[in-house]
């Protein structure tokens, strides 16, 4: 079965400091790759998505990440974190064909202290 | 432009009572339909996915059931609440063709007494 690890569960970073989060999926064959966040009190939203071509993806608010097929990972980064990305942030897969089921991490919530 | 809305927000229900959960869908036509739970640290769980009116699978044994009435209209029930039931639920839709990012709504969140 699917699954999808997030190694850090709380980070704690101070504002302009670099940011990394882990996301390891478990699927043999081919998969999207998403990142949620989710800001206090509003939706779940989408940060970012991979489906094919370039491994290094850019989204919304200055994150980026990056697909290592051979490490089975999707890492989140930003070069400079800012207080007002204090949020829980969650790696999704679903693999194709799936009609779209995805499966999460368990999320990673960040906080930046100003 | 696409909205989701989810209704009740927020509701407190007592063991044993009924639940109707609704979502919905602005914008778009047959969008692939989707029910999560989400609990604090243990991420999003899956629980229903429907791919059409009356084309409704789910992920996991449940106390709950979906129903899809009409086109854009998603509905989680239950006819008898658990203590268990109690969390976050989370309505989404994708469009029907890949990569289906998916799209939340705002959540309900429900505490069973």
């Known amino acids: 079965a699917q699954s999808v690890s997030q190694h850090n569960h709380h980070v704690i970073l101070s504002e302009a400091a670099s940011l990394e989060l882990g996301c390891n999926y478990s699927y043999g064959g081919t998969v999207n790759l998403f990142w949620y966040v989710q800001y206090p009190g509003q939706h779940l939203q989408l940060l970012l998505k991979?489906?094919?071509?370039?491994?290094l993806v850019k989204g919304i608010k200055g994150f980026e990440a990056e697909f290592i097929k051979s490490k089975f990972s999707f890492n989140l980064r930003k070069p400079s974190v800012q207080w007002s990305d204090t949020a829980e942030y969650f790696c999704a897969v679903n693999a194709r064909g799936s009609q779209g089921n995805l499966i999460f991490g368990k999320g990673t919530k960040l906080s930046v202290k100003p | 432009s696409q909205t989701i809305h989810q209704w009740p927000a927020t509701l407190v229900q007592p063991v044993g009572s009924p639940l109707s959960l609704e979502c919905t869908v602005e914008g778009t036509s047959n969008p692939n339909l989707y029910w999560y739970r989400q609990a604090a640290g243990r991420g999003l769980q899956l629980l229903f996915y429907?791919?059409?009116?009356?084309?409704i699978s789910s992920e996991v044994p449940q106390n709950l059931s979906a129903s899809r009435p009409q086109d854009r209209q998603f509905i989680l029930s239950s006819k008898k609440l658990l203590l268990s039931d109690s969390g976050f639920y989370l309505c989404?839709?994708?469009?029907?063709?890949?990569?289906?990012?998916?799209?939340f709504g705002p959540g309900t969140r429900l505490t069973v007494t």
């Open positions: 429907s791919i059409g009116i009356d084309q």
């Open positions: 991979y489906f094919s071509g370039d491994p």
């Open positions: 989404a839709w994708s469009l029907t063709s890949g990569p289906y990012e998916q799209y």
